[in-house]
Structure formats: structure tokens, C-alpha cells
């Protein structure tokens, strides 16, 4: 029996890419053991709201706080120490933290700290999400750092944390996930090159929305559910309301997630998922699996950001459905 665990699995990655320093190799290890402490704090999380039930404080004194703040908390002080990070960009921060130039390091994390925080208090799967750059300015880091486009990431994960918690990750040599043995307190090899099975079976989008949809969106969707046997229509329906979640089960058993712009109210005519903390890390991990993330019509990864919290239209999945869905956007 072979036992590769994560720790083993970022060196041997390293040396497929060839001479490096390793600091992007103890970076991903680094967000790997934040990831376990976040993990624990996910598993009491219920028990955490029992204890700390008549206030803010539970029976060892520590302050109870929300899942997302203490995520957010955790993942800034932790990498924001590391020596290897010059500034971090959080879906929770109104503005990117610049670590202090002394002990800045050449990469820039930007991050969902808990994607799906609402699925917490009825105990559905949630997330973490992380998107790695490296550092673009001369001098000191600044905000424009974390404002890149996707196609400069150097790596993209998520954490997951489901009935299991899974780590998965590319440095743009395919896609892999580790699941955390908790007897042992390691991330574990699981699944090698994750790729987008061929056959699209499922299609993710709040439906609930449709009447705020423009037409591509709900023809598309309308498309999805007709029945065609030859293109194994209709497909399923899932939707967790966790991006992660959604998007790793479409990853492995092939599938379409969508979060188009909607009317509802003008803060969704871009959509509602961040470019920086969401679709980007989730557009580098499709394209390393085979896939494709669009806003209908641009490629993600190919969008220059204009704001540290701009939100796009996602359309992310097998190519063969992110460019159908393309094909119907450019139709009307
Ligand atoms: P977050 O918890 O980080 O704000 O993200 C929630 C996001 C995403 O994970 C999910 O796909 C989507 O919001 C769900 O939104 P709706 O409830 O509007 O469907
Ligand atoms: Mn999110
Ligand atoms: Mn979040």
C-alpha cells in the first residue's frame, strides 16, 4: 500500500516544475495545517452554539465566534506570519492586508474563508477557497497586487468540508485531492489528476432566481431539463448553495454550476460570486481538470479585475456545456 500524504505530494510537485526556492511548496503547506485547524473548529462548530449558548464565551473562556470571522482570522494571522506573503486579499475584508515589508514574502493569497457560511447552521458542506499569485509590484505590495487576472495564478485550491474533509489543489499540473484522515491528522491522497468525466450529467443553479434571469440563461437552463436520450437528457438537478460543494461533485461526476447575473436587485446585474475569492481559483482548478469557467461571454480567467470585491456571472464546468451555455449568450 502506497501512503502519499500532502506534505510528500507538494515537494515531489515541486520538482516536476524544476529548480524553486520552495516557497510555494511550504505556502500550500501552510494553508494544509490551516485548513486542519479550521476543519476541527467546523466539526464542533454545533457544539460550540451549545456551549457557548448564554453568550459569547464557552467553557474553556474563548470567545465563540462566527465560523467565516474565525476562518478569515485564522487564515490572515497564520500566512500573514509566514515570511512568504506579501499581501492577502479576503472575501471578508473591505481592504487586501499588506504584511509589513520586513517580513513579506513574493506571493499574494487572495481567499473565501467559509464559502457557503449559510449551509453551517443546518450542517451541509462548506468551504474554503484560496487563489495564489505572485507578487507583481517592484516595491512594496499593494492593493493592485491582488488584483490580477486569473491567468496568472501559480496555484488554486479549495478545502471541503463535507461528510469528509478534502484538500484539493493544482500548481497547473493537474488537479488533486487529499482527504483528511482524522485518526491520524493528515491529508491523505485520495484522487490523482481529477479530470471532468466526458458526460455532463448534472446542471447547479439556484432555480429559485429564474425569473430574474435574462433569456440565454433561462433557454439554457430550459435546454438542460428537455429530454433527449442522445445527449442523456434531462440532466440532474443539484444545488447545495455552497460553491465548493457543487463544484467539486460536478468536478467528479460531471456537471455544469451556474450563478448567472440576475434583476433581482442592482447589486446582481454582475452576479454574485467574487471574481478574486470565488471564480478564479474555481476557473484555474476547471481548466486544470478539462474544463471551463465563463461569464457567458469572457472567459474567466481571462477578466481584468477593476475592484478587490467585483463580482461576475460563473458558468463553470464541462467545456462542452460552459461553451453551449456560450453559444446560447452570443444567440439573443
Ligand atoms: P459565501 O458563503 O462565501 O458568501 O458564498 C456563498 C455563495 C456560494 O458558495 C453559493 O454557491 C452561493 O453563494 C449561494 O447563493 P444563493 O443562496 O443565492 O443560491
Ligand atoms: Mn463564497
Ligand atoms: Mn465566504
Known amino acids: 500500500m502506497t501512503l502519499t500524504t500532502i506534505e510528500r505530494h507538494i515537494i515531489d510537485e515541486e520538482r516536476r516544475h524544476g529548480p524553486t526556492s520552495g ?3 511550504n505556502l500550500l503547506h501552510d494553508i494544509a495545517v490551516a485548513a486542519k485547524v479550521i476543519s476541527r473548529e467546523v466539526r464542533r462548530a454545533g457544539l460550540n452554539d451549545i456551549i457557548g449558548a448564554t453568550g459569547d464565551v464557552n467553557v474553556q473562556g474563548e470567545v465563540v465566534q462566527k465560523l467565516d470571522i474565525y476562518a478569515n482570522d485564522l487564515l490572515s494571522g497564520y500566512l500573514s506570519h509566514s515570511g512568504r506573503v506579501c499581501a492577502i486579499g479576503s ?28 449551509n453551517i447552521a443546518v450542517n451541509a458542506s462548506i468551504g474554503t477557497i484560496f487563489s495564489i499569485l505572485p507578487k507583481k509590484s517592484t516595491g512594496n505590495a499593494t ?21 469528509s474533509t478534502v ?3 493544482s500548481t497547473g499540473l493537474g488537479v488533486y485531492g487529499f482527504t483528511l484522515d482524522p485518526t491520524v491528522g493528515e491529508f491523505v491522497l485520495s484522487h490523482t489528476k481529477i479530470r471532468y468525466p466526458q458526460r455532463c450529467k448534472f446542471y447547479s443553479v439556484n432555480e429559485g432566481n429564474s425569473a430574474y434571469w435574462d433569456t440565454n440563461t433561462r433557454r439554457y437552463v430550459d ?12 440532466y440532474g438537478h443539484r444545488y447545495i448553495g455552497a460553491m465548493v460543494a457543487d463544484f467539486h461533485r ?15 436587485d442592482a447589486g446582481m446585474s454582475h452576479g454574485k460570486l467574487r471574481l478574486l475569492f470565488e471564480a478564479n481559483p474555481m476557473a484555474y482548478l476547471a481548466d486544470q481538470a478539462g474544463g471551463a469557467a465563463t461569464t457567458g461571454t469572457e472567459r474567466i480567467l481571462e477578466i481584468e479585475p477593476t475592484d478587490l470585491h467585483q463580482r461576475v456571472p460563473v458558468v463553470v464546468g464541462n467545456t462542452a456545456e460552459v461553451e453551449r451555455y456560450e453559444r446560447f449568450s452570443r444567440e439573443s
Request: one cysteine or more; aromatic letters at 8%; proline letters at 9%.
Open 143 to 163: 492593493a493592485a497586487d491582488c488584483m490580477q487576472a486569473g491567468r496568472h495564478q501559480v496555484a488554486a485550491g479549495y478545502v471541503m468540508y463535507g461528510s
Open 223 to 234: 435546454w438542460c431539463k428537455q429530454i433527449d436520450p442522445d445527449t442523456h437528457r434531462p
Open 250 to 264: 460536478n468536478m467528479l461526476e460531471g456537471g455544469v454550476f451556474l450563478y448567472p447575473k440576475d434583476n433581482k
Open 23 to 25: 516557497t510555494l511548496t
Open 91 to 118: 472575501e471578508e475584508d473591505p481592504e487586501p492586508l499588506l504584511v509589513e515589508p520586513s517580513r513579506a514574502g513574493k506571493y499574494v493569497v487572495n481567499m473565501d474563508p467559509l464559502d457557503g457560511s449559510g
Open 167 to 169: 484538500l484539493v489543489y
